[in-house]
């Protein structure tokens, strides 16, 4: 069973009420409820609790989700797909690099 995926006006490939461009296909799973969102925006909207980024000593467990093809994929995977997809090559929003500490643990945290 797959987790789910939470926020505001999330359509069928994940855009959000956020978020809604060609791009913005990923989901992002937060440690602090075990659910995807797809953007931290949908995270502090429809939570009562301070987002908890994936921790770095999790990144071997999936954590990121396409929206096109469903699949699942850890972190450094994310990192190293240059904003592409490594199941289904649709290709992923470069503008969630510039906020990836709100997504997971980064280099100084």
């Known amino acids: 069973m797959s987790l ?10 994940t855009r ?5 461009s060609e791009l913005d296909v990923v989901a992002f799973r937060f440690a602090c409820c075990d659910a995807y969102y797809p953007c931290f925006q949908c995270h ?5 609790h301070e ?3 994936w921790p770095e000593h999790r990144f071997d467990e999936p954590s990121v989700r396409c929206g096109v093809c469903d699949a699942t994929f850890t972190v450094p995977d994310y990192l190293d797909c240059a904003y592409e997809c490594p199941n289904c090559d649709a290709p992923f929003n470069p503008g969630c ?3 990836a500490e709100l997504y997971f643990e980064t280099d100084g945290e």
């Not at 959000?16 to 809604?20: F, L, V």
């Open 4 to 13: 789910p995926i939470r926020g505001v006006d999330v359509g069928p490939d």
């Open 16 to 20: 959000c009420d956020h978020y809604d």
């Open 44 to 48: 502090n909207a429809v939570t009562d």
């Open 97 to 99: 690099g510039a906020h």
């Open 51 to 53: 987002a908890v980024p």
